[in-house]
């Protein structure tokens, strides 16, 4: 069963620290959403170490007391739950008093579960040490008996709560954060099923004089893993895909914007970005468009509106749409004079006044477009080898 719970205190502790230090999550970032997300999950995970039979030797043997670890490990799990209420209250929202008034309340309620459950251990006769069925071993005795039964209740209560107002929640919202709630519910369901559920019918199979242990100590571990993991992907797959995706998207912008820049560049005056395995596929993405913009601008005083004019009817006979003719002209013009610009020619005079598209828009989907028909656009090269005898023929006739 250690092996269990550490690989899922593992993995719960990498979610916290993933979505703490999230892409594009500066120190200002961090608000109460986020903290109360991460703490959530960390004494998810500390719940998880701290009940493992391993911990548990070691925590009992460290303080000199048998079965010290199990007033810890109940107390993190009251910790747990309230942390699970305090998130859902900020992840709501609402007014700041309501959410601080709730908060309080919150910890007051679930503060006094805890001193509740350290003192009725002290009373209690613990003398035998439990690793794995604390639970049912001690369900007769008392004030053990009641300690079980309020940290089960305690975290049967959470675990409602939160249900419940997830359901309510989550046929107001759409999308992503709809996905995570209902992930919240299976969790819950999974939880009250497969973890409290099972404990509470080996705590009353030893109150009727039975024997339904493994229940307690084989199925009920598992599923509260499960349960937690579910719950934890619920709550940071709304919070960390958004900025994934957004850098993928940066990723990938980036490396299409390569034949343009590979292009232009030459005559970009930018200055270089910092280099560093550091640096964001955003931060990369939006120094190389700095840089091909002012490529751009060096590059307009040989804009030749007749190859931009001359490529868009040819695009237009071939059947492309208006926008598609216009991104394979600019493409044409544009190639047209970086040739110009490496063969040092002189600029046209008087200069073109065209506008790019690409300067229209304040995204980086303009200069995308733009590299994606220099680079598998036939036109521009059929349409500027043509241009390049027209003019020619004209320039002579």
Same mark, same amino acid.
């Given at each position: 069963? /250690?092996?269990?719970?550490?690989?899922?205190?593992?993995? $719960?502790?990498?979610?916290?620290?993933?979505?703490?230090?999230?892409?594009?999550?500066?120190?200002?970032?961090?608000?109460?959403?986020?903290?109360?997300?991460?703490?959530?999950?960390?004494?998810?995970?500390?719940?998880?170490?701290?009940?493992?039979?391993?911990?548990?030797?070691?925590?009992?043997?460290?303080?000199?007391?048998?079965?010290?670890?199990?007033?810890?490990?109940?107390?993190?799990?009251?910790?747990?739950?309230?942390?699970?209420?305090?998130?859902?209250?900020?992840?709501?929202?609402?007014?700041?008093?309501?959410?601080?008034?709730?908060?309080?309340?919150?910890?007051?309620?679930?503060?006094?579960?805890?001193?509740?459950?350290?003192?009725?251990?002290? $009373? @209690? +006769?613990?003398?035998?040490?439990?690793?794995?069925?604390?639970?049912?071993?001690?369900?007769?005795?008392?004030?053990?008996?009641?300690?079980?039964?309020?940290?089960?209740?305690?975290?049967?209560? &959470?675990?409602?709560?939160? @249900?419940?107002?997830?359901?309510?929640?989550?046929?107001?919202?759409?999308?992503?954060?709809?996905?995570?709630?209902?992930?919240?519910?299976?969790?819950?369901?999974?939880?009250?099923?497969?973890?409290?559920?099972?404990?509470?019918?080996?705590?009353? &199979?030893?109150?009727?004089?039975?024997?339904?242990?493994?229940?307690?100590?084989?199925?009920?571990?598992?599923?509260?893993?499960?349960?937690?993991?579910?719950?934890?992907?619920?709550?940071?797959?709304?919070?960390?895909?958004?900025?994934?995706?957004?850098?993928?998207?940066?990723?990938?912008?980036?490396?299409?914007?390569?034949?343009?820049? /590979?292009?232009?560049?030459?005559?970009?005056? @930018?200055?270089?970005?910092?280099?560093?395995?550091?640096? /964001?596929?955003?931060?990369?993405?939006?120094?190389?468009?700095?840089?091909?913009?002012?490529?751009?601008? &060096?590059?307009?005083?040989?804009? +030749? *509106?007749?190859?931009?004019?001359?490529?868009? *009817?040819?695009?237009?006979?071939?059947?492309?749409?208006?926008?598609?003719?216009?991104?394979?002209?600019?493409?044409?013009?544009?190639?047209?004079?970086?040739?110009? &610009?490496?063969?040092?020619?002189?600029?046209?005079?008087?200069? /073109?006044?065209?506008?790019?598209? @690409?300067?229209?828009?304040?995204?980086?989907?303009?200069?995308?477009?733009?590299?994606?028909?220099?680079?598998?656009?036939?036109?521009?090269?059929?349409?500027?080898?043509?241009?390049?005898?027209?003019?020619?023929?004209?320039?002579?006739?």
């Amino acid at each position: 069963m /250690s092996f269990v719970v550490y690989v899922a205190a593992a993995l $719960l502790t990498l979610a916290a620290v993933v979505l703490y230090r999230r892409p594009g999550a500066g120190t200002g970032a961090r608000g109460p959403l986020t903290v109360s997300t991460s703490v959530a999950i960390a004494l998810a995970a500390l719940v998880f170490v701290c009940s493992a039979p391993l911990t548990l030797a070691v925590v009992n043997d460290v303080a000199g007391v048998p079965n010290f670890g199990a007033p810890l490990t109940y107390g993190l799990i009251s910790a747990y739950s309230c942390s699970l209420m305090i998130l859902l209250v900020h992840w709501r929202g609402g007014p700041r008093e309501r959410i601080r008034r709730t908060v309080r309340r919150s910890i007051t309620a679930y503060g006094a579960l805890v001193v509740a459950i350290v003192v009725l251990f002290v $009373l @209690a +006769d613990t003398d035998t040490e439990r690793l794995a069925d604390l639970d049912t071993y001690y369900a007769t005795t008392p004030f053990m008996r009641e300690m079980i039964v309020l940290y089960l209740v305690g975290h049967t209560v &959470a675990t409602v709560v939160m @249900a419940v107002l997830c359901w309510k929640w989550q046929r107001e919202v759409t999308g992503l954060l709809r996905t995570g709630l209902r992930l919240i519910m299976a969790s819950s369901v999974v939880d009250l099923l497969g973890f409290q559920v099972t404990k509470y019918t080996a705590v009353a &199979a030893r109150w009727a004089g039975g024997d339904l242990d493994f229940l307690s100590t084989a199925v009920a571990p598992p599923m509260a893993a499960l349960a937690a993991l579910i719950s934890s992907a619920g709550y940071t797959l709304p919070r960390l895909l958004p900025p994934l995706r957004a850098h993928w998207r940066a990723l990938g912008d980036h490396r299409s914007l390569r034949p343009l820049w /590979s292009r232009v560049g030459f005559v970009s005056t @930018a200055p270089k970005p910092p280099s560093g395995w550091w640096q /964001s596929p955003r931060q990369r993405l939006h120094w190389r468009e700095v840089a091909i913009h002012d490529a751009l601008l &060096a590059l307009a005083p040989y804009f +030749d *509106d007749l190859v931009r004019e001359d490529t868009r *009817d040819t695009a237009a006979r071939a059947g492309r749409t208006p926008h598609q003719a216009r991104m394979a002209a600019e493409a044409a013009m544009v190639g047209d004079a970086a040739r110009r &610009a490496a063969a040092r020619e002189q600029p046209l005079d008087p200069p /073109s006044t065209y506008r790019l598209y @690409a300067t229209e828009v304040s995204d980086s989907s303009g200069l995308v477009e733009l590299a994606h028909a220099m680079r598998y656009s036939p036109v521009p090269a059929l349409a500027r080898e043509g241009t390049v005898r027209t003019s020619h023929g004209l320039h002579h006739g």
